[in-house]
């Protein structure tokens, strides 16, 4: 395994600059085949956005903050069963600073960027890790079981498509049970801080659920900017939010899950809105979501620098010598003076 691993890294040593232009092009070639449609249709869509119902913005916004507080909620309270020291609170402002790197190529700068800072706070970094991959495991589980559920509902497919969605389902949950999590701490030689409980798993579980089914109501919003869809295309939606986070998950290691998701979003939507309207719907979606991870990001940069206690170790390790050498200074008084 060890040998397996060093070929890896002597591979990507002596090809990093090969893939990272394989990588560029893979991304130049993805942006034109999402911008062709729209510029093909540009005429329509200038009518789009003139009739655009703006208002409509607002209720995506309300949305989206309710599904970024599930978001919070689900990561602290799983990282909570792992180190149980730290306050939600503390979690959260982790959480929200993170998930900006989740733009950087690589998700190893979303989840090293959380291991870097809980380590900060004597949190090993194996639990860290751990704790995303719970986190990975039940987002993927969730967006699966909505996908089988919801897309039958909205459009007719082949029910043989829905047995690799049940197989992750199956797989997932039993990972996800506190026995396996327990041995699996355990083999890593990092015990959980306290037993895992059934409900535990099933709150983690609901709790991602219904930010799958959120994220899936932000979009429909988001449609009903440029047209008036009905409420029952809502299923389809709801359907197709959970499968392209699916696809994400699929490409979870490369950035922005290299546009399999924004690419599972469009077919989707392109069933009941025209293909260039779910093209700017896709775009849009990936846009204002970015624009708000960066600017909630930098806020709690900057309430996570002010309350961070390893600043404050910093600073009462630097007056401890201080305080030392008066101490030695004030024993040399009190010994020349019992000379006299």
């Known amino acids: 395994m060890s040998s397996l691993s060093e070929k890896i890294k002597t591979f990507y040593a002596r090809h990093s600059r090969v893939l990272k232009l394989l990588l560029y092009i893979a991304w130049a ?72 790197s989740r733009r950087i190529p690589g998700t190893i700068w979303y989840v090293g960027g959380r291991m870097l800072l809980y380590k900060q706070l004597g949190v090993p970094s194996i639990n860290t890790a751990s704790a995303s991959g719970i986190e990975f495991i039940i987002s993927f589980i969730a967006d699966a079981l909505l996908a089988a559920i919801f897309i039958p509902l909205g459009i007719n497919l082949s029910k043989t498509w829905l047995i690799p969605l049940g197989i992750v389902v199956i797989l997932g949950l039993y990972i996800l049970h506190p026995m396996m999590l ?12 306290q037993p895992v409980r059934t409900g535990q798993v099933i709150g983690w579980l609901f709790l991602r659920l219904a930010l799958v089914l959120t994220g899936g109501l932000m979009i429909f919003f988001t449609i009903r900017i440029f047209t008036p869809i009905g409420i029952e295309s809502l299923l389809l939606v709801l359907g197709a939010r959970a499968l392209s986070g699916a696809a994400g998950m699929l490409t979870y290691l490369l950035p922005s899950s290299m546009g399999a998701s924004d690419l599972t979003l469009l077919a989707m939507l392109s069933t009941i809105i025209p293909t260039p309207l779910a093209t700017v719907i896709a775009l849009l979606v990936r846009i204002y979501t970015t624009l708000f ?46 000379s006299r």
């Open 29 to 100: 070639v993805l942006f034109a085949f999402l911008a062709y449609p729209v510029w093909k249709s540009r005429q329509q869509l200038l009518l789009y956005l003139v009739n655009a119902n703006h208002s409509q913005f607002l209720i995506v916004i309300v949305i989206y903050l309710f599904a970024l507080l599930l978001a919070v909620l689900n990561w602290s309270v799983i990282m909570h069963a792992f180190d149980n020291k730290i306050s939600l609170w503390m979690h959260a402002k982790i959480y929200l600073v993170s998930m900006v």
């Open 293 to 338: 991870e960066l600017i909630i990001g930098f806020i709690f940069f900057i309430l996570l620098n002010k309350s961070f206690p390893f600043s404050k170790l910093k600073s009462a390790e630097e007056e401890v010598p201080e305080e030392k050498l008066n101490d030695e200074n004030s024993e040399k008084e009190l010994q020349e003076y019992r």
């Open 182 to 193: 327990s041995k699996i701490m355990v083999r890593l030689k990092h015990p959980l801080a």
